[in-house]
C-alpha cells in the first residue's frame, strides 16, 4: 500500500513540475543536435565517472555507446536487445531454478504442452524474419 501510495505522489509532484516547464522543455527542441549530443554525453560522462570513479565504466559507456550506434545503422532492433538485457537475469535464475528442481534434466524445458507451444512460438519468431527476406530476395531478382 506504501508503494502505491508513494507512486501516486510522485506522478502528482511530477505533474505539478511540468505543468510550468512545458515551455522550457519545448524550447530545448530547437537545441541543435552538434550542441545537445555534447551536452549529453557529458553529462553521462560525470554520471558513469561519479558512480564508480574508474576509467573502464567510462570505457565500457564509450563501447557500447560504439556498438549501438553501428547497431541502429544495420536497422537492429534494439528494443530487443534491451528487453534482453533487462530480463536476461532474471530468465538465468528461473532457467537455474528450473534445472535443480529437475536434478538438471533438460527435457523438462520441453515437457508439456505449454512449453511446446512456447518453443514453436520462439521458433516462428526466430524463422519468419528468415522467410521474409528470402521473399523479398526473390521477388527482386
Given at each position: 500500500m506504501g508503494l502505491i501510495a508513494s507512486l501516486f505522489i510522485g506522478n502528482v509532484i511530477l505533474l505539478l513540475l511540468n505543468i510550468p516547464l512545458v515551455g522550457f522543455f519545448a524550447k530545448l527542441l530547437n537545441i541543435p543536435n552538434y550542441i545537445l549530443i555534447p551536452a549529453i554525453a557529458t553529462v553521462s560522462f560525470v554520471g558513469v565517472y561519479a558512480i564508480h570513479s574508474t576509467t573502464f565504466d567510462l570505457v565500457l559507456m564509450v563501447g557500447?555507446?560504439?556498438?549501438?550506434?553501428?547497431?541502429?545503422?544495420?536497422?537492429?532492433?534494439?528494443?530487443?536487445?534491451?528487453?534482453?538485457?533487462?530480463?536476461?537475469?532474471?530468465?538465468?535464475?528461473?532457467?537455474?531454478?528450473?534445472?535443480?528442481?529437475?536434478?538438471?534434466?533438460?527435457?523438462?524445458?520441453?515437457?508439456?504442452?505449454?512449453?511446446?507451444?512456447?518453443?514453436?512460438?520462439?521458433?516462428l519468431m526466430v524463422l519468419l524474419p528468415v522467410f521474409r527476406w528470402l521473399r523479398r530476395r526473390k521477388q527482386t531478382v
Open positions: 557500447l555507446g560504439i556498438l549501438g550506434y553501428f547497431l541502429r545503422k544495420l536497422n537492429f532492433p534494439l528494443s530487443a536487445l534491451i528487453l534482453g538485457y533487462v530480463l536476461g537475469e532474471l530468465m538465468e535464475s528461473s532457467l537455474r531454478r528450473a534445472l535443480s528442481i529437475s536434478q538438471g534434466d533438460l527435457g523438462v524445458l520441453f515437457h508439456g504442452p505449454i512449453t511446446k507451444v512456447l518453443w514453436a512460438l520462439a521458433l
